[in-house]
């Protein structure tokens, strides 16, 4: 059973950057693509970032230029960094495998205040 977990959210004024990193465990995590999600009350959770085993990278439109996702397979973790931060970019994110999810982490608070 793999368990992720997200860390790196905080509170932050529009323009700030923040790093968020998720750690996977108990399972092989290098074969897999990962995804980094948001998700805000009401809404549907949004696909932001992805990144391939190979690490070919996709984003969301409206985060293309100010966030990169990355990846280091020999410590199971895969982060993103987000600059310049908007307002619109408040979020809960998590992390998952590309296609077929794993149990979801309880994610981390990311709040930008204008």
């Known amino acids: 059973q793999v368990q992720l977990v997200e860390s790196g959210g905080g509170l932050v004024q529009a323009g700030d950057s923040l790093r968020l990193s998720c750690a996977a465990s108990?399972?092989?995590?290098?074969?897999?693509?990962m995804d980094w999600y948001r998700q805000v009350p009401g809404k549907q959770r949004e696909l932001v970032a992805s990144i391939s085993s190979i690490g070919r990278t996709n984003y969301l439109d409206s985060v293309k230029g100010r966030f990169t996702i990355s990846r280091d397979n020999a410590k199971k973790t895969v982060f993103l960094q987000m600059n310049s931060l908007r307002p619109e970019d408040t979020a809960v994110y998590y992390c998952?495998?590309?296609?077929?999810?794993?149990?979801w982490g309880q994610g981390t608070q990311v709040t930008v205040s204008s």
């Open positions: 108990g399972h092989t995590f290098a074969n897999y693509a």
């Open positions: 998952n495998r590309g296609g077929e999810v794993w149990a």
